[in-house]
């Protein structure tokens, strides 16, 4: 019972809980603001209706979803003070820099530029216009990686000195932080990865439009429009994920032999990926396995004849440098993660693939099942995303900030485990309620589809009256 009501094990829930909630906003926003962009540049070029119903409909999605963001994300920055002072005393000097240059640069960004977007229809000249819908594109990616640098420091900790007699980690190099190898890496594979889900997101409306035979001028061409986006993103996530796990080699060696569940150090033809593994319940012994030759040893190092180091060496490792203790995450939660990661994507990119075989020639396909899982297939690159970041959390275990601060370092002084239970119920009962709202939001904006586009199939006039939010 004790355990259950550790302040520690509590906030980890806490604020593992509520950022997985506000992160399923963070990568529609950033993929959506770009989707909208892109049609109100295909309408600004070609003048054609269809384009301007589509910027219009899928802004109105944009919205939604990114007002539902900041309301989220607010809870996020008093978690630091309430749940984790301790860490806030100890990084917050090199933490918040990033964070503060989100807020009043990339933050302030968005906010002012959607408001001109939002107001400036019938105001601002057709191309001014167009620029604020890509610098509020742009200040969704900006705010993203200064997030991100955030997060690598964490990661890989630079670009700071401790101050001993202070007891506090001090900002030095402010480039250093925001070049963070890790936040580099990291950065192209998030913006990827969120691509893919907001033309998931664009590929479900679609076809719940498209398997009832209406909105045909505009859902057909969206359609596409995302499935095409759902395969080139899925390549370049794939291709940005095998450049940042060669960096979680070089600074978090840990993580990468947690994610294979490789207990002991191996090269070349013994360093295998196991694509499927079972073994005894305490994770030391494998008892059966699928597995193909030399593939860790090439993801970890490009080459086929590797070294990967294994979580026994390199708990000898770490506790000569930091001392007894353990230092290996939670193995089954790491690889299981790190494989409903890929596996979730993948599924992504080959649906997307198959879907644009079967609308190949402007076909739409008479079978309800293939509009039934272009629907319902939408969470699995949003699942894929937050498995993703289950991984990336839950294998740097037990740092808080690698080889800094501990996790149960971190902690507020004198909480208590009842003060952050009755916060999880509240904040439980608040998110509950904001997910209805959202959800039925979106629901009744999607399957009300492009105001004023006609119903069924109609030619592209050349003009369009402008409908103002």
């Not at 996020?76 to 807020?103: C, H, I, K």
């Not at 708990?315 to 230092?327: D, E, H, I, K, N």
């Not at 492009?450 to 199939?457: F, L, S």
């Amino acid at each position: 019972m004790n355990d259950i009501l550790s302040p520690l094990v509590l906030s980890q829930w806490q604020f593992g809980l509520t950022t997985i909630y506000h992160f399923l906003f963070i990568p529609i926003t950033i993929g959506m603001a770009t989707t909208t962009a892109v049609f109100q540049t295909a309408w600004y070029r070609t003048a054609k209706v269809k384009y301007l119903h589509l910027t219009q409909f899928f802004g109105k999605i944009f919205l939604i979803n990114f007002a539902m963001g900041v309301v989220t994300g607010i809870v996020q920055e008093f978690q630091f003070g309430m749940n984790w002072s301790t860490y806030s005393r100890f990084v917050g000097d090199v933490f918040g820099a990033p964070l503060a240059m989100e807020g009043l640069l990339a933050f302030f960004l968005e906010a002012t530029f959607i408001g001109l977007w939002i107001f400036g229809w019938d105001k601002l000249p057709k191309g001014i216009h167009l620029a604020t819908i890509w610098l509020t594109a742009a200040g969704t990616i900006l705010s993203a990686y200064f997030i991100l640098a955030a997060n690598a420091f964490m990661q890989h900790p630079v670009g700071f000195r401790v101050n001993e007699a202070r007891g506090r980690a001090e900002l030095t190099d402010i480039w250093a932080v925001l070049t963070n190898k890790v936040s580099l890496a990291s950065f192209p594979h998030t913006i990827a990865a969120s691509f893919m889900v907001s033309s998931a997101l664009v590929i479900c409306i679609a076809a719940w439009h498209l398997a009832r035979r209406q909105n045909l001028d505009t859902m057909r061409p969206a359609m596409v429009f995302a499935l095409w986006t759902m395969i080139g993103a899925g390549i370049l996530t794939v291709l940005t994920g095998d450049q940042l796990g060669l960096v979680m080699v070089q600074t978090q060696p840990m993580k990468m032999a947690a994610a294979e569940a490789a207990y002991n150090t191996v090269s070349g033809a013994d360093a295998s990926f196991s694509i499927f593994t079972l073994g005894t319940p305490d994770g030391v012994s494998e008892l059966f396995s699928i597995r193909i030759p030399y593939l860790l040893s090439f993801l970890s190092t490009h080459t086929l004849t590797g070294t990967v180091e294994g979580i026994n060496d390199l708990q000898a490792q770490y506790r000569t440098l930091y001392g007894p203790g353990g230092y290996a995450p939670v193995v089954w939660v790491t690889y299981w993660a790190f494989r409903w990661m890929i596996g979730l994507g993948m599924l992504s990119v080959l649906f997307s693939a198959v879907g644009l075989w079967l609308m190949r020639k402007g076909r739409l396909p008479q079978n309800k099942w293939v509009w039934r899982i272009a629907v319902w297939a939408f969470p699995l690159p949003l699942a894929a995303m937050i498995v993703g970041w289950i991984f990336t959390e839950m294998g740097r275990q037990p740092w808080i900030v690698f080889s800094l601060l501990k996790t149960k370092d971190g902690v507020s002084p004198n909480l208590t485990g009842l003060d952050v239970l009755i916060s999880i119920v509240a904040f439980t009962l608040i998110y509950g309620i904001l997910a209805v709202v959202e959800f039925r939001l979106l629901k009744r904006a999607a399957q009300k589809g492009p105001e004023g586009a006609p119903v069924t199939d109609a030619s592209d006039a050349p003009t369009a009256t402008v409908t103002v939010y």
